[in-house]
């Protein structure tokens, strides 16, 4: 089946230069020494925010720098349509952006910023679809001094087509649902999940649909989570297997660190956090892809954090640390969106299309202890947006929605790897909701129910 049609609009390059010529009053604190942030804003589409860098007036550009992407939208069909569609009561689409001096942020209520001045870019994003559009890229003059000088503000704006593979699970996770491929009006199954509690024989075999792993009294499973029963509250054992039409298995999700109450509270701490492999089939055993850890937020947020890390191939090998390729937090009352996108840097740029219940911007820069260019793993291998997947809020029926993009597919097992990942991450609201709400009985082993 044909993948559905997204376009990605980014927003980057930013940058401020301020008129040697302007001196403001000495009350007012120069933008060359404090912070500058803007706002950018589409539509109906929540508003992204992003820290814009000071550069001398001098310089021509900020090219020879490593520019962030700053804000980025995720249109669909549907939301191109949408934007497309004339109204005698809508002006002309435009991306709004406000620029700020100050440090991003309220005091007693009150928005930190001095407003700088306003640009707006005219969009056509009609023919987005078939090629990439440049929308602008240079300066802008923004503001006015008493001496009639004006600062100058630079960005990119930009349209490419970034078609996408849309899974859609037909039930919750725990409920072991089919998964179907989505394509317009039309929709196919191509998956099957299976939930299941991993037991104490299981550590050492994962699946009976698998080999078990030869040369060696102890599994891998082992050197990636804690193998020891802990007192107390604990939600251990989960794990969701995606099989392909055919019954096989294609991937899948293990909990191999428990989550666990943190001493004198009832929630998973972050510095305790529980954690999932991710796991692709390999020469009959499991292999694994990546980690996921999840944990309750304290705080006024009192969200989901997560962190997950691509595991390098060290062929057997378990030294090399991961890449962490999203890191960030969910609303557990809203739910949101986990994605992961690699053109997102630091530097105060959120990613995916962020959603009203996100507690904070996801910040999915590549990290890690080594430093890792362009041209390495995993860079070589993931580009640009790699997937989304949509999160619903504690007690909300949860059907994951995954987006996941072409480049990033080249058998089933991609596809199903995305998949196990998603859901996951899914799971993870269940496993951190505080441990005075019971879960469902899905969740809950026998030894739970009778208890």
């Known amino acids: 089946m044909d993948p559905c049609p997204f376009v990605r609009l980014t927003v980057g390059n930013l940058a401020l230069k301020i008129p040697v010529a302007s001196k403001p009053a000495r009350s007012v604190v120069h933008p060359s020494s404090s912070p500058c942030f803007c706002k950018i804003k589409l539509k109906h589409f929540p508003l992204h925010s992003a820290i814009v860098p000071f550069i ?30 004339k109204s005698i009561f809508a002006s002309k689409l435009c991306l709004k952006i406000s620029i700020y001096t100050g440090r991003r942020g309220t005091t007693c209520g009150v928005s930190s ?13 009609a023919g987005t679809l078939a090629k990439p559009t440049v929308f602008h890229n240079g300066w802008i003059s923004v503001g006015k001094d008493a001496k009639g000088s004006s600062a100058q503000f630079h960005l990119n704006v930009k349209a490419e087509p970034d078609p996408r593979f849309v899974f859609q699970f037909d039930g919750e996770p725990e409920c072991s649902p089919q998964v179907f491929q989505i394509q317009g009006n039309i929709s196919q199954p191509v ?3 299976k939930f299941s509690f991993r037991t104490t024989a299981d550590r050492h075999h994962r699946s009976r649909s698998l ?93 989901l954090g997560y962190r997950f890390e691509l595991i390098p191939d060290t062929n057997g090998g378990m030294s090399a640390a991961g890449i962490v390729l999203a890191e960030s937090t969910l609303s557990s009352n809203k ?38 260019g362009y041209g390495l793993w ?12 949509s999160v ?50 899905e969740l809950c082993q026998q030894v739970d129910l009778l208890g």
């Open 335 to 372: 739910g949101g969106k986990f994605v992961i996108d690699m053109s997102c840097r630091a530097g105060g740029g959120s990613n995916g299309r962020a959603t009203p219940g996100s507690a904070t911007s996801p910040a999915c820069s590549p990290r890690s202890s080594g430093d890792y």
């Open 56 to 85: 001398l007036p001098d310089a021509h550009s900020p090219d020879s720098q490593v520019q962030p992407i700053a804000a980025t939208f995720h249109l669909s069909k549907s939301d191109l349509d949408a934007l497309a569609a």
């Open 211 to 303: 080999q078990s792993e030869q040369g060696g009294s102890r599994s891998w499973l082992s050197s990636f989570g804690s193998e020891r029963e802990r007192p107390g509250k604990e939600r251990k054992g989960w794990s969701i297997t995606v099989h392909d039409l055919s019954g096989s298995p294609v991937a899948a999700a293990s909990m191999v660190t428990p989550f666990v109450a943190s001493p004198g509270s009832d929630r998973v701490s972050c510095s305790n956090p529980g954690s999932w492999l991710i796991l692709r089939p390999s020469d009959g055993t499991w292999k694994p892809w990546g980690r996921l850890e999840a944990w309750r937020e304290r705080g006024g947020s009192d969200g």
């Open 191 to 193: 998956f099957t999940c």
């Open 113 to 125: 910023g001095r407003l700088l001045g306003r640009v707006s870019v005219p969009l056509d994003l």
């Open 392 to 441: 619903e809020g504690e007690g909300r029926c949860s059907k994951p929605t995954v987006e996941v993009s072409v480049p990033h597919v080249n058998c089933t097992e991609d596809a199903a790897a995305f998949v196990a990942l998603a859901a996951a991450v899914d799971l993870s609201v269940d496993a951190c909701r505080l441990f005075s709400q019971r879960l469902r009985k």
């Open 378 to 389: 995993p860079y070589c291998m993931y580009r640009g947006f790699v997937m989304s997947a």
